[in-house]
């Protein structure tokens, strides 16, 4: 009989106890054989001892399932489930919970030694499972994907354990053991994995559509049209480029990943390195009509870092501004010993543009996000740069803040250790 199914049956117990009494003690009053306040009193007394019995009755199963384990020489299945990082419980054989580890205790507060896991744990699936095993003593998976308090997903492996010299069901010790493994981390990785697969294949497609229509079109019509052909060739090579930008940004970017976790070991000047930047795009600001303001501290700056990486994360933040805030006129470039406890400086990028809104600041970083396709595509924007200088910033250590409102133009602080 499974957990559910026992307290089913203490429960019409108690209830069908309580019913004659109340009966008998109404039979008894309409007769006259006993005052109210005795009729009452003497139910309210049985009721009493009934409720009393049923819940030692409980307690006193619960102590033959546990008790035993623990004399008969099984604490090291306690013990053993308290090592586990995961969280893990053990049900005895009428499915209540006779223990839980600390990683279950902190993740599933509501979960009780004592009580039957449908109490607290009532997904279908797995007490459906929990009934499986009792069963038929057969091990059994199953996947939990909870909402709230936050989406999460784990997998759930239900195990019967018993004495090697029993048999399953003749098993007085017998019990279940449920240890739940975090599916969250790999979901979330494998969503990803699919939406920049979908958003690569996307931006690819298209300028190979176009590419391939206009070729069809120089094949046929247009053959002997050398204004059209002019005309058509310009477009494929700003098409070429625009893919060839996206497969280098798409490269950069699984380099960084591949060394995501390795921490640089080169040194570089910060002051040094924003002024290379500042001359590299010069020529493009002044083509926008920017002025490529640079502000940094007397004497030498030195960050443990990547020299191509930490450069390639200025040139991206200061060709954004460039491209995004050139009604502002002006893109500085600013140095600082950072205020924020474990960092050295602070190194920000500021344009006095449109700006964003503040509820589109935490997308800014997302892989293909645009705030406006079109205007990004003009600009031949891959939607990439800004994910790239995030894992940039990560592998060194470093912190990356976006603040900006419409009309206030785009703030970008990269805080950097020593």
């Known amino acids: 009989m499974d957990s559910r199914q026992r307290w089913q049956s203490v429960v019409t117990r108690t209830s069908l106890i309580l019913l004659v009494s109340g009966l008998v003690f109404a039979g008894l009053l309409i007769v006259g054989e006993l005052s109210p306040v005795w009729a009452i009193a003497g139910f309210a007394g049985i009721a009493a001892v009934t409720l009393l019995t049923a819940r030692e009755g409980a307690d006193a199963e619960l102590a033959s399932e546990a008790l035993p384990i623990r004399s008969g020489g099984m604490d090291d299945v306690f013990a053993f489930a308290d090592a586990l990082n995961e969280p893990c419980l053990l049900l005895g054989r009428s499915g209540r919970v006779i223990h839980r580890n600390h990683a279950a205790a902190r993740q599933y507060p509501s979960v009780q030694a004592g009580n039957p896991i449908s109490f607290s744990m009532r997904n279908p699936d797995l007490l459906r499972a929990v009934d499986a095993v009792f ?14 308090p936050s989406e999460s997903w784990h997998r759930v492996l239900i195990t019967p354990l018993h004495l090697p010299e029993h048999e399953w069901f ?12 975090s599916l969250t981390e790999l979901k979330r990785v494998d969503a990803m994995r699919s939406d920049f697969i ?3 294949s996307h931006e690819l497609r298209t300028p190979l559509a ?5 070729i069809e079109t120089l094949q046929g019509p247009a053959a002997r049209d050398a204004a059209a052909r002019v005309k058509f060739l310009d477009i494929m090579q700003s098409q070429a480029r625009r893919m060839s930008n996206l497969v280098d940004d798409l490269l950069s970017l699984s380099r960084i990943e591949m060394y995501q976790h390795v921490r ?29 303001g640079l502000e940094v501290p007397a004497g030498t700056h030195k960050v443990t870092a990547d ?10 933040l200061v060709d954004n501004a460039i491209k995004y805030g050139a009604s502002g006129k002006r893109v500085d470039m600013i140095l600082r010993p950072s205020n924020r406890q474990n960092y050295a400086y602070t190194a920000s990028v500021i344009d006095y543009g449109p700006g964003v809104p503040e509820d ?8 293909f996000y645009r705030l406006d396709v079109e205007a990004s595509r003009r600009k031949k924007s891959t939607g990439l740069g800004l994910a790239i ?11 990356m803040t976006i603040k900006s409102r419409p009309g206030e133009g785009l703030r970008i602080d990269v805080q950097l250790p020593g």
């Open 264 to 292: 640089p070991t080169g040194c570089v000047d910060l002051a040094v390195l924003l002024a290379e930047v500042r001359e590299g795009l010069q020529v493009r600001a002044e083509e926008a009509g920017i002025v490529l």
């Open 198 to 200: 979908a958003n690569a």
């Open 135 to 148: 069963a038929t003593a057969r091990p059994q998976m199953v996947e939990l994907h909870e909402t709230l």
């Open 307 to 316: 020299r191509e990486q930490l450069y390639e994360v200025f040139e991206n």
């Open 210 to 214: 176009s590419l391939l229509g206009f």
């Open 389 to 399: 200088v995030k894992h940039i910033v990560q592998r060194h250590r470093g912190l």
């Open 170 to 181: 003749e098993d007085p010790q017998r019990m279940l053991v449920i240890t739940f493994s």
């Open 360 to 367: 589109q600041v935490p997308r800014l970083t997302e892989r």
